[in-house]
């Protein structure tokens, strides 16, 4: 309901209207400066709603209150609304699930991904904050505290993307520090491989599971001499592999185009999995994507390799780097943007330097399994 004009004093009078001049364009939107119980106080319209603020001023002190009048012209300006900094972080998931489904353009698992985020991690520390009080040096304290438990950059890194997109929401001007220096840069879930490191994982990764072992093999070792990803290899059909032993398919994650090839060494995988006659354009038959990826993990550790299964797409951009592939070839083939500056992150030297291509690179390594 807009003001009444009883002890209202409106933006539009000389003094507040000649302040709010210097301070900036003048708005459509009406703002009001009035008295209520001897204190003066703002009403303004903000999206198209009224709402009111506090001038923190006495009756007497109404040039204190016209300052204060111009600093909220000024937050106003900036698309910031004093009420909305005051708005809790444990307050704000659902506006923020119905912007991530709309604007945000997120799917259903980044939102899932994202709730864990904030229930696990965000809310333990900021939700009893306002948006206001969440600061760059709070925000700093955040990363050194999870560093200090030892999460990597790229958890620390999710877990903040969730809190300045909240914040963004109620506060346009909100930004986060700019971090220079992390203490752990995930060697652990990357790792730098060797032809070595590989066929020991893959020993190893046999054992892993009385039922699955074999199968789980067969997916670390085709992820190993192609490039795919975990779930890429996992849903890849018969269909996808064309006759000249090429793979062309939608990258799960991006749904960039992937060109990548099959050598020898990966068609005798491909070959050596009996065609399901109920289902013949079929390769894999896994429990779940999780339950791989846990099982190649785990392997990692328990054979002393730094590792994990997102190594093997580095292991693969490094091999064909040493064997002149171009960077923008090796893009396509990891599944990369064109021009994405992403495939540095996984082009690692190593020391065996092999002939150009798949073929050379993988089918003439004699490093055996263990």
Known sequence: MKPQHNTVIQSRSSKILALAKSLGPEKEDPMQMRLKKDRWYAAFSFKGKWQGQSLQAYKHESKLAIINLGKLFLQLE??????????????????????????????KSAIKDSLGRFNKRIMPVFGDLSIGEVTQALLKQYK????????????ITKELRVVKEICLLYNPAFKLPAF????????????VLD???VYKVSGLILKSSEEFGETYQQIFLLMAYTGLSIKDAISLKRSQIDKDNF??????????????????KARNIIDSIPIDIKNPDHIFSVPNNK????????????AGVVG????????????LLDERVPEKVIGLILGHAPGSKITGRYLHPVKETIKLGFQAAFDK??????
Request: include cysteine.
């Open 195 to 197: 032809h070595a490191d």
């Open 365 to 370: 390594v004699q490093v055996e399994a263990i």
């Open 247 to 264: 793979i062309q398919k939608k990258r799960a994650k991006s749904g960039e185009d992937i060109l990548t090839f099959l050598c020898d």
């Open 308 to 319: 994990s299964s997102k190594s093997l797409r580095h292991y693969v951009g490094s091999v």
């Open 144 to 155: 050194a505290d999870r560093e200090d438990a030892g999460a990597t950059k790229s958890t």
């Open 180 to 191: 220079k220096k992390w203490a752990n840069l995930g060697k652990r879930e990357v790792g």
């Open 78 to 107: 900036r698309g910031e609304c004093p009420t909305d900094l005051k708005r809790r972080v444990k307050d704000t998931w659902k506006a923020y699930e119905e912007w991530a489904g709309k604007e945000g353009e997120k799917s």
């Open 291 to 302: 339950a791989v990826a846990t099982a190649i993990n785990r392997t990692f550790k328990n």
